[in-house]
């Protein structure tokens, strides 16, 4: 028998039963890349956390999976009984499929505060309330190098887990942006697919992989600083809720909406598929006002009352589909320069943090 062969075969049943009592690695003919230095006690410390957030968003990708699936065939017998029944209703009827993703927005909402909470937090704040991070100190490794170690490990960890769980959301999407644009199924798909396009803005590319590494990095920093598990556990939760809500407050304000005008007192027509952003009046130069100055108990005559005030038309706001992936950039750059920043932070303050 050859070395080669000697070395792949399977060791008996005895030197097998050796190996499971004793722990020995079992030998292989492909040699995988293995974790060194550093970076190995930092996944032996949170590789619970690690294993279990890659685990969770597998299964939520193999589910999205079969959920597209399911979604598409239901378009389509949806169409197929239209069209033998010369026509039916575009509510959908009783085929409309119960997706998650229908449900999926409000799920995938709070799944940055979930990880900044208990994958972020505990990241610094378990190794500094344990006292572990002496012995680590006290090594070869300095204290930058431990902290960048540790991020870069969770950010890597972070971006594979989100990048499984975007590209189905990002499948969904555009799979009903399509069917909706045209085809000869489009009116199967605005029957059965009764979501808000923009619903999914969050999840449909880079911007939903940068908003959990924000929740990431501010998760650790909130747990270099509170030193505590628990509280920064808690302290994270809030401060990751409170960057996604001024994330959607900040949104409407990172690109300038289509306005639409008119030059009478009806509303024009909002774009389809388009994010309306509100309404408000014209007046005779040109500017626009929210304001309603003909408001109030006992108006009779509301025309005049405009003319008095120079109002001659009505608008609308609304961002339209061509401004979907702009958008998304806008925000993706913005998370990712508050990450940068965050992680600059924290590997500036680990050197501040005393070791008794």
């Known amino acids: 028998m050859s070395a080669l062969a000697r070395y792949v075969a399977w060791p008996p049943r005895e030197e097998r039963r050796a190996r499971r009592r004793f722990r020995l690695p079992l030998p292989s003919p492909l040699r995988l890349p293995r974790l060194a230095g550093p970076a190995w006690p930092a996944w032996r410390r949170h590789?619970?956390?690690?294993?279990?957030?890659?685990?969770?968003a597998l299964l939520a990708g193999i589910g999205a999976v079969r959920e597209h699936h399911q979604l598409v065939g239901a378009v389509h017998h949806y169409a197929d009984l239209c069209r033998a029944a010369d026509g039916c209703d575009l509510g959908g009827?009783?085929?409309?499929?119960?997706?998650?993703?229908?449900?999926?927005?409000?799920?995938?909402?709070?799944?940055?505060?979930?990880?900044?909470?208990?994958?972020?937090?505990?990241l610094f704040a378990q190794e500094l309330e344990?006292?572990?991070h002496r012995l680590a100190w006290t090594q070869s490794v300095g204290r930058r190098e431990w902290a960048?170690?540790?991020?870069?490990?969770?950010?890597?960890?972070?971006?594979?887990?989100?990048?499984?769980?975007?590209?189905p959301a990002s499948w969904w999407w555009y799979s009903a942006r399509r069917g909706h644009d045209g085809g000869p199924d489009r009116f199967a798909w605005r029957a059965v697919v009764w979501w808000n396009d923009w619903d999914f803005f969050a999840w449909t590319g880079p911007v939903g992989v940068a908003h959990l590494l924000l929740a990431l990095t501010t998760g650790a920093a909130t747990g270099l600083l509170v030193r505590r598990t628990l509280p920064a556990v808690a302290a994270a939760a809030g401060l990751g809720e409170a960057a996604l809500f001024g994330l959607e407050k900040l949104r409407p304000h990172l690109l300038t909406p289509h306005i639409r005008r008119t030059r009478s007192l009806d509303f024009p027509s909002t774009p389809i598929d388009?994010?309306?952003?509100?309404?408000?009046?014209v007046r005779s130069d040109g500017t626009l006002t929210r304001r309603n100055p003909c408001s109030g108990p006992g108006l009779q005559d509301f025309s005049g009352c405009l003319a008095r005030h120079h109002i001659v038309g009505r608008y609308n706001s609304s961002f339209t589909m061509d401004q979907f992936l702009p958008l998304q950039l806008v925000e993706t750059g913005i998370c990712l320069t508050a990450t940068a920043a965050l992680a600059a932070f924290c590997l500036w303050h680990v050197r501040r943090v005393k070791t008794r």
């Open 148 to 167: 960048a170690v540790r991020l870069g490990l969770a950010a890597a960890v972070t971006t594979l887990a989100a990048v499984v769980v975007t590209v």
């Open 274 to 281: 388009g994010w309306f952003q509100g309404f408000g009046y």
């Open 47 to 56: 590789r619970a956390a690690f294993r279990t957030m890659l685990a969770l």
């Open 93 to 122: 009827g009783d085929v409309a499929a119960p997706t998650v993703t229908h449900v999926a927005p409000y799920v995938l909402r709070y799944l940055p505060v979930a990880v900044g909470a208990l994958v972020g937090a505990p």
């Open 130 to 132: 344990s006292g572990t």
